[in-house]
Protein backbone atom coordinates (compact mmCIF):
# COMPACT_ATOMS: atom_id res chain seq x y z
CA UNK A 1 0.00 0.00 0.00
CA UNK A 2 1.30 3.60 -0.78
CA UNK A 3 2.19 5.48 2.25
CA UNK A 4 -0.14 8.68 1.89
CA UNK A 5 -0.76 11.54 3.77
CA UNK A 6 -4.46 12.79 2.79
CA UNK A 7 -6.53 15.89 3.29
CA UNK A 8 -8.23 16.07 6.71
CA UNK A 9 -11.51 17.37 7.24
CA UNK A 10 -12.75 19.80 9.65
CA UNK A 11 -15.18 18.04 11.87
CA UNK A 12 -16.32 18.33 15.51
CA UNK A 13 -17.04 14.64 16.00
CA UNK A 14 -15.38 11.95 18.73
CA UNK A 15 -13.96 9.11 16.61
CA UNK A 16 -12.54 9.64 13.15
CA UNK A 17 -11.76 6.34 11.42
CA UNK A 18 -10.00 5.36 8.05
CA UNK A 19 -9.63 2.81 5.64
CA UNK A 20 -6.78 2.40 2.93
CA UNK A 21 -7.65 0.00 0.64
CA UNK A 22 -7.03 -0.71 -3.04
CA UNK A 23 -8.59 -2.42 -6.17
CA UNK A 24 -8.19 -3.14 -9.58
CA UNK A 25 -10.38 -2.65 -12.02
CA UNK A 26 -11.27 -2.08 -16.14
CA UNK A 27 -13.15 1.08 -17.74
CA UNK A 28 -13.61 3.08 -20.27
CA UNK A 29 -14.99 6.81 -20.46
CA UNK A 30 -17.65 6.61 -23.39
CA UNK A 31 -17.41 10.65 -24.30
CA UNK A 32 -16.06 12.45 -27.31
CA UNK A 33 -13.96 14.58 -25.14
CA UNK A 34 -12.34 11.48 -23.45
CA UNK A 35 -9.80 11.04 -25.70
CA UNK A 36 -7.28 7.56 -25.04
CA UNK A 37 -9.88 7.21 -22.04
CA UNK A 38 -12.29 6.20 -24.31
CA UNK A 39 -10.43 3.00 -24.75
CA UNK A 40 -10.67 0.29 -22.41
CA UNK A 41 -7.83 0.87 -19.82
CA UNK A 42 -7.24 -0.36 -16.09
CA UNK A 43 -6.00 1.14 -13.03
CA UNK A 44 -4.84 -0.14 -9.28
CA UNK A 45 -7.16 2.42 -7.60
CA UNK A 46 -5.79 3.43 -3.98
CA UNK A 47 -8.78 4.50 -1.72
CA UNK A 48 -9.14 5.97 1.58
CA UNK A 49 -12.14 6.31 3.59
CA UNK A 50 -12.31 8.65 6.27
CA UNK A 51 -15.87 8.12 8.19
CA UNK A 52 -16.75 9.83 11.54
CA UNK A 53 -19.20 9.83 14.83
CA UNK A 54 -19.36 10.01 17.90
CA UNK A 55 -20.77 6.68 19.09
CA UNK A 56 -19.37 2.93 19.22
CA UNK A 57 -21.06 0.06 18.09
CA UNK A 58 -20.81 -2.94 21.07
CA UNK A 59 -18.00 -4.20 19.93
CA UNK A 60 -15.63 -0.78 20.18
CA UNK A 61 -16.02 0.01 16.40
CA UNK A 62 -17.34 2.72 14.48
CA UNK A 63 -17.40 0.55 11.67
CA UNK A 64 -16.02 -2.68 10.85
CA UNK A 65 -12.53 -2.36 8.63
CA UNK A 66 -13.69 -5.50 6.84
CA UNK A 67 -16.85 -4.63 6.40
CA UNK A 68 -15.63 -1.29 4.87
CA UNK A 69 -13.67 -3.44 2.62
CA UNK A 70 -16.10 -6.06 1.73
CA UNK A 71 -18.46 -3.34 0.42
CA UNK A 72 -15.59 -2.19 -2.38
CA UNK A 73 -13.31 -4.45 -2.91
CA UNK A 74 -15.79 -7.54 -3.14
CA UNK A 75 -18.12 -4.71 -5.67
CA UNK A 76 -15.11 -3.46 -7.70
CA UNK A 77 -11.75 -5.62 -8.21
CA UNK A 78 -11.21 -7.15 -11.08
CA UNK A 79 -14.17 -5.29 -13.04
CA UNK A 80 -15.21 -3.55 -16.15
CA UNK A 81 -17.06 -0.93 -14.50
CA UNK A 82 -18.84 0.08 -17.46
CA UNK A 83 -20.64 -3.41 -16.83
CA UNK A 84 -21.39 -2.95 -13.23
CA UNK A 85 -24.57 -2.08 -12.24
CA UNK A 86 -23.60 0.42 -9.53
CA UNK A 87 -22.04 1.86 -12.19
CA UNK A 88 -23.83 1.58 -15.94
CA UNK A 89 -25.59 4.28 -15.72
CA UNK A 90 -23.25 6.96 -14.66
CA UNK A 91 -19.82 8.11 -16.96
CA UNK A 92 -17.26 5.98 -15.24
CA UNK A 93 -14.76 8.80 -14.44
CA UNK A 94 -12.91 8.69 -11.40
CA UNK A 95 -14.98 11.76 -9.79
CA UNK A 96 -18.15 9.88 -10.31
CA UNK A 97 -16.95 6.47 -9.11
CA UNK A 98 -15.38 8.32 -6.03
CA UNK A 99 -19.10 9.56 -5.37
CA UNK A 100 -20.25 6.51 -5.75
CA UNK A 101 -18.30 4.69 -3.51
CA UNK A 102 -19.40 7.47 -1.35
CA UNK A 103 -23.22 6.45 -1.68
CA UNK A 104 -22.39 3.06 -1.00
CA UNK A 105 -20.30 3.47 2.13
CA UNK A 106 -22.71 6.11 3.35
CA UNK A 107 -25.79 3.68 2.66
CA UNK A 108 -24.16 0.85 4.58
CA UNK A 109 -24.04 3.55 7.62
CA UNK A 110 -27.12 4.53 7.64
CA UNK A 111 -28.15 1.11 8.55
CA UNK A 112 -26.19 0.83 11.63
CA UNK A 113 -27.27 2.52 15.10
CA UNK A 114 -24.36 4.53 15.49
CA UNK A 115 -25.12 6.51 12.53
CA UNK A 116 -21.47 7.22 11.55
CA UNK A 117 -20.51 9.23 8.28
CA UNK A 118 -18.65 8.97 5.44
CA UNK A 119 -16.65 12.32 5.26
CA UNK A 120 -14.41 11.69 2.74
CA UNK A 121 -13.56 9.43 -0.21
CA UNK A 122 -9.86 9.68 -1.58
CA UNK A 123 -9.66 8.12 -4.83
CA UNK A 124 -6.65 7.84 -6.45
CA UNK A 125 -6.33 6.44 -10.36
CA UNK A 126 -2.94 6.97 -10.86
CA UNK A 127 0.79 7.78 -8.80
CA UNK A 128 -0.27 11.37 -10.14
CA UNK A 129 -3.88 11.70 -10.29
CA UNK A 130 -6.44 11.63 -7.62
CA UNK A 131 -10.03 12.47 -6.64
CA UNK A 132 -11.39 13.69 -3.21
CA UNK A 133 -15.41 13.75 -2.73
CA UNK A 134 -16.70 15.02 0.47
CA UNK A 135 -20.90 14.68 -0.82
CA UNK A 136 -23.14 17.10 -0.01
CA UNK A 137 -22.11 19.94 2.55
CA UNK A 138 -23.77 20.27 5.95
Avoid at 88 to 114: C, G
Amino acid sequence: MIQQIYPQVAHNYRFELNKDMNFSSAHYIPHSDAGACGRVHGHTYFLNLTIAGNTLDDAGFLVNFSTLKQLIHGRFDHQLLNDLPDIQDIMPSTEKLAERIHELVQEHLNTLPNKAVCLQVFLRETPTSYVIYRGEQS
